[in-house]
């Protein structure tokens, strides 16, 4: 268990209060996605087969809870991590054109999470698809997604404010872009974690474009599985001096938290691994043997989309809106005996 708690934290809202903003937020938010990015939505699977590949690997290493179907011999399901790959599928089922995708309300359990303010074995996400077409599969496209979501933060947060003005808006009028490695060139001392409070802190609100590839440190600003972003894609386009090195199509959407004084990471998102880009990522994970799995398979053989899309925090989304010190005064959770007591003596009301 790691908690870090602001001196002095007094929350903005009561717990009913809490509530009702949550709702308010929650609606409003999915419904201007939807809007902004052409989405219809969905119904999310809780659990998929073990062995498809549809459920996302995340960074690797985490563990999916599982269990056995009586009824189907045995077989066992696990429950999601995110929908990432199950999405994409979806788009080619429902034949969504170009231009158009969707969204749904995703709910997960992830049992390995180190338990903090930020962190929680319950992940709620709005996950969201759109299909694209070849020229689409570019970092300005990317580029352009990423500020039509943060334009719906910036209502969001304007929405907060109209409803209760004692929540004054933070947000800055632009989103940053920077390179992980551009970031590690800027603070070469630091850990990957401490570049993010650094950039994060000086710019209010930033996309943190490649995490998934090794830097000229040798190391990976974050992990991410091989199989759903595609962040090994050689694109030269606005930062000439990441050439050697990968560039990606993927990131991280980060805003500066004045609660905690850290970043906050919102979403993350990117273009999807076309063929290339699934065999190339395959090959450098160690894991070329995936291939024969039955979403890689279909990736393989044309049978779905090529593809944008990510997941959104929605306990993140309100935290950071309603100014929150712990996920867990806008979600309902599990947390250790000693969490929920140091919190109640902090004024921290956890669901």
Not at 74 to 83: I, K, S
Not at 120 to 145: A, K, N
Not at 205 to 234: C, M, Q
Request: aromatic share 10%; net charge negative.
């Amino acid at each position: 268990m790691s908690l870090t708690l602001p001196h002095g934290y007094c929350a903005k809202l009561a717990p009913e209060m809490m509530e009702q903003a949550i709702d308010l937020l929650k609606n409003a938010f999915q419904k201007e996605l939807a809007n902004r990015l052409r989405l219809r939505r969905v119904t999310a699977p809780l659990f998929v087969l073990s062995g498809t590949g549809l459920n996302d690997d995340l960074n690797g290493i985490e563990r999916a809870v599982t269990f056995p179907i009586r009824c189907m011999n045995e077989q066992r399901a696990e429950v999601v991590h995110a929908l990432a790959k199950g999405k994409r599928m979806t788009l080619g089922v429902y034949k969504i054109p170009p231009g158009y995708g969707l969204y749904t309300d995703m709910n997960a359990i992830r049992a390995d999470e180190d338990l903090d303010q930020l962190h929680s074995l319950y992940v709620d996400q709005w996950d969201w698809e759109r299909t694209i077409r070849e020229e689409d599969r570019s970092l300005p496209f990317l580029q352009q997604i990423v500020r039509e979501i943060y334009d719906v933060l910036k209502m969001m947060e304007e929405n907060v404010y109209r409803e209760f003005h004692h929540i004054t808006p933070a947000l800055p009028s632009e989103i940053e872009f920077i390179h992980a490695e551009d970031l590690l060139r800027e603070f070469p001392d630091l850990s990957a974690k401490e570049r993010e409070n650094a950039v994060t802190k000086k710019y209010g609100a930033v996309f943190l474009i490649g995490i998934g590839a090794t830097l000229s440190n040798g190391e990976k600003h974050d992990s991410r599985a091989p199989d759903y972003d595609d962040w090994s894609t050689e694109t030269f386009w606005d930062f000439p001096s990441v050439k050697p090195y990968y560039y990606g199509l993927n990131g991280d959407l980060l805003v500066w938290n004045p609660i905690m004084e850290t970043a906050l990471e919102l979403s993350s998102m990117g273009l999807r691994v076309d063929k290339p880009a699934l065999l190339r990522q395959l090959e450098i994970c160690g894991c070329p043997e995936r291939k024969s799995l039955m979403f890689h398979n279909a990736l393989l053989e044309d049978r779905i989309p090529l593809s944008i899309g990510g997941g959104i925090g929605q306990s993140r989304v309100c935290m950071y809106l309603l100014r929150c010190a712990h996920v867990g005064e806008v979600q309902a959770s599990i947390w250790p005996d000693a969490m929920y007591e140091e919190c109640r003596q902090n004024g921290i009301f956890l669901m």
